[in-house]
């Protein structure tokens, strides 16, 4: 197992128990054996060294919100080889950092190996916390399993006795937000609520602010303006006194177009370019495209469609870059609005055409609903009923899939017997 990587007198002074491998040495057998590091050690019980005091240390930094103290703890640990049975936590707290910078990609492969490691060592909670983490990486790069993982994540939270009450509230508003990404706004809003029931005061500060944004845009999308804007005010203050500009970033993005929804432009223009100084001070790259499409939004009811089509490109370039298909489509959708006002009929259904490709290949039928019946709206606008007709058909036939073909065969049976 070690040729090629160990010598042949380390290997001999292993063997014959004279010394001990390596952290690498123990690495490269987990890996050619395809087992967890956690599988060839035994069990050191409840030592307490300075490499356990750094990983308290790690996890009070992710906790406070210090991302960028807890990457550089973090990677050293691992460089130094600390104990194989601090890994998984270490790295889970690692990949947590990661995620709340928006960077998914280094998140996601400590995700892989945190959750292997708690696997072999039977540690069910932090299964679960590794599933909700994987789910958050999911539906924050705008991929179509998020919610799945996330439902998986909350069956396995549930099967455990006792029941973690912390990691089942954490589960439940996960669970909430790929609701939310999937603009189904009554979920989203049934599963924040369990989730601020279940939790209570156990929820910390920064949890409990980014519920009180994604509650926001739910009632926002619902037409309850004011109790959106209450707790999008809310999750700001919060996020303000906790110094997150991440999670403010995107909260100050979520206010600004509830403000739109109300008319209040120039308040609105103010959080909306606080979100991107926020996010541009943070290097947030990962959602930074759906503040673009806020200030082509705002542009638009402005009357400044240059800039609203100046705008919605280059979020469109941005989504395409970070492969967010979401917010690809909805670009797409944006650039034909803004076609629609200059009546550029060709563009606006090319870029409509393109936009409801995109998220019929996602598979998110509510959004699917909301673009057909936008495009259904512009085509009646300028006149053309029969088109208009079909995209209102399809749209019914998004939100509730197989009603037209039920309904068609109800109306052939009454036909044949009447």
């Not at 280059?314 to 967010?324: G, K, Y």
């Amino acid at each position: 197992m070690g040729k090629g990587h160990v010598t042949a007198p380390a290997i001999y002074l292993i063997e014959t128990g004279r010394t001990r491998p390596s952290l690498p040495t123990l690495e490269h057998i987990a890996h050619r054996t395809n087992k967890p590091v956690e599988f060839f050690l035994a069990d050191p019980g409840g030592t307490t060294d300075a490499g356990q005091a750094a990983l308290a240390e790690l996890e009070a930094m992710v906790a406070d919100g210090r991302y960028e103290e807890a990457i550089a703890l973090g990677r050293s640990l691992l460089d130094m080889g600390s104990s194989a049975h601090r890994l998984g936590r270490i790295r889970y707290s690692l990949a947590m950092a990661h995620l709340q910078l928006g960077q998914p990609e280094p998140a996601e492969g400590l995700l892989a190996e945190a959750r292997r490691h708690f696997e072999a060592i039977n540690d069910g909670v932090m299964v679960v916390e590794c599933l909700g983490a994987e789910a958050s990486l999911a539906y924050l790069t705008q991929r179509p399993d998020a919610l799945a993982i996330a439902e998986r994540g909350l069956a396995a939270c549930r099967n455990l006795k006792p029941i973690p009450t912390p990691t089942e509230a954490r589960m439940l508003a996960i669970v909430a937000s790929c609701h939310l990404t999937n603009h189904e706004w009554d979920e989203a809003i049934r599963f924040f609520e369990a989730a601020i029931e279940v939790g209570g005061p156990l929820i910390d500060l920064r949890k409990m602010a980014k519920m009180y944004s994604d509650l926001g845009s739910a009632y926002q999308e619902l037409g309850q303006i004011d109790t959106a804007s209450r707790f999008a005010t809310r999750a700001v203050a919060l996020l303000e006194a906790l110094r997150d500009r991440v999670s403010l970033a995107r909260s100050e993005n979520n206010l600004g177009l509830i403000l739109i929804s109300r008319g209040e432009l120039a308040e609105a223009r103010k959080h909306i370019d606080r979100a991107l100084e926020l996010s541009e001070e943070a290097d947030l790259q990962v959602g930074r495209s759906n503040m673009l499409l806020s200030l082509c939004e705002l542009c638009l009811q402005e009357g400044n469609i240059d800039q609203a089509r100046a705008f919605a490109q280059e979020s469109l370039e941005l989504a395409e870059r970070l492969h967010e298909g979401l917010n690809v489509a909805t670009a797409h959708m944006w650039l034909g609005r803004v076609a629609d006002r200059v009546g550029d009929h060709e563009t606006t259904d090319r870029e409509f055409a393109q936009a409801l490709r995109g998220l019929e290949h996602l598979g998110t039928h509510e959004r699917v609903l909301q673009c057909h019946g936008i495009y259904a709206e512009i085509l009646e606008r300028r006149g053309d009923v029969a088109r208009a007709y079909i995209h209102m058909k399809s749209a019914l036939q998004a939100s509730r899939p197989g009603l037209l073909k039920n309904k068609a065969g109800e109306d052939k049976e009454r036909a044949g017997t009447g």
